[in-house]
């Protein structure tokens, strides 16, 4: 059984928990679109550590400790919802320093674009994704978080990056994608 935490840990851990909300709901709202439910999913995740600190063996790995507890809980959200029986069947802009209104409007247009094509993943490949490209975790941390073997976030990272790929280059050439063919 672990010691009595010290007087200060819990009050670190507090703050430190604080300074991942933002980060949490982001990839909450990453994987589930939907605003409430990812407030809903990061209050969550931080009630089951607060009740479960004492199962935090390092301090330093309590960024990847909240994944895999939020990552728990989309899955328990989706068990309950009964929309899917196995998770794993799921399968730069360059900006001036002051850009102006046209500059503006594309840059959002591009977020939109590339949110729109995230969202379009399933779900299995939008968590890694997520994860590796936004969150910046390494392989091995989101395979603890996901709870998969390091090859499975390594073959859906590349499906993802692939079908974004696909799905960001369609856009641009208006679906005329198809009409492509490689000549030598």
């Known amino acids: 059984m672990r010691p009595a935490l010290s007087g200060l ?45 004492g199962q935090l063996r390092e301090i330093e790995s309590l960024g990847a400790w909240l994944f895999a507890i939020l990552n728990n809980c989309w899955r328990d959200h989706l068990r309950t919802r009964q929309e899917l029986s196995d998770i794993d069947e799921l399968d730069d802009v360059v900006l001036d320093l002051a850009p102006g209104p046209e500059g503006l409007y594309e840059s959002r ?11 379009s993943l399933p779900i299995a490949q939008r968590q890694v994704i997520t ?28 499906r993802a990056r692939q079908a974004l790929r696909e ?6 050439t208006g679906g005329r994608l198809g009409q492509l063919r490689r000549v030598k």
């Not at 591009?110 to 729109?116: M, Y």
């Open 9 to 53: 840990w819990p009050n670190r851990l507090c703050r430190q928990i604080e300074t991942l909300r933002p980060r949490l709901y982001r990839m909450a709202y990453a994987w589930c679109h939907d605003a409430d439910l990812a407030e809903d999913l990061t209050q969550e995740a931080i009630t089951k550590a607060l009740a479960r600190c």
């Open 167 to 172: 799905r960001l280059l369609a856009q641009e």
């Open 131 to 158: 994860l590796v490209d936004l969150e910046e975790y390494s392989y091995a941390e989101v395979a603890r978080i996901l709870d998969v073997p390091v090859g499975t976030v390594m073959s859906r990272l590349s």
């Open 109 to 119: 247009q591009t977020t939109d674009r590339v949110r729109a094509a995230v969202a």
